[in-house]
């Protein structure tokens, strides 16, 4: 009897450490419209609801059109790497991806803001943002309408991304008191 119930404390050591390492692995989403069940807005809010990964976000060309504001305020936060410019049915493979050819767009429709308030790093490459005007989000020290990304004591890293018809990029990093 003894020995069985070591057993099983045993078992239940080893399935209690799988589940919180399998809790705490990356995530990688392809946003792949008509090939993959994720939609983008979806995927961000899994990076602002995760704890202590980097949550991938790699999307197809093409145009989406999305309006977000999310924050995260817990600790520890995940880190967050979007990426456009991956050609369509690949899975998002690394091979296939190019930006000039696969531009990838976030859309604001005229009346929509891109906000976000990062507390863990946060990697943009390869990404159009267009027609964010006409809507305010106020995240901090707002409001204010067009794209805000506004880091909490994190870097931000932007790299070949354009703006395009926007009312106001606004980027900062502050210490949350």
Not at 15 to 30: E, K, P
Not at 128 to 140: E, I, P, Q, R, W
Request: overall charge negative; hydrophobic content about 40%; aromatic content about 10%.
């Amino acid at each position: 009897m003894n020995r069985f119930r070591n057993f099983v404390a045993i078992v239940w050591l080893l399935a209690g450490l799988c589940t919180s390492r399998a809790a705490l692995a990356d995530q990688t989403f392809c946003i792949d419209p008509g090939h993959q069940p994720t939609n983008l807005f979806d995927a961000l809010v899994t990076w602002r609801d995760a704890v202590n990964e980097q949550v991938t976000i790699k999307i197809v060309g093409g145009t989406y059109g999305i309006g977000v504001s999310l924050t995260q305020l817990h600790d520890p936060p995940a880190s967050l790497m979007m990426l456009g410019g991956y050609q369509p049915n690949t899975n998002c493979n690394e091979a296939f991806r190019n930006i000039t050819t696969n531009v990838t767009v976030l859309d604001g429709g005229g009346n929509g803001a891109f906000a976000i308030e990062p507390a863990a790093p946060v990697w943009i490459d390869g990404v159009t943002f267009s027609n964010y005007y006409g809507a305010t989000v106020d995240l901090a020290y707002g409001p204010y309408p067009g794209i805000q990304i506004l880091a909490v004591r994190t870097a931000i890293n932007i790299t070949r991304a354009i703006f395009r018809h926007d009312d106001t990029v606004y980027q900062q990093q502050r210490e949350r008191r």
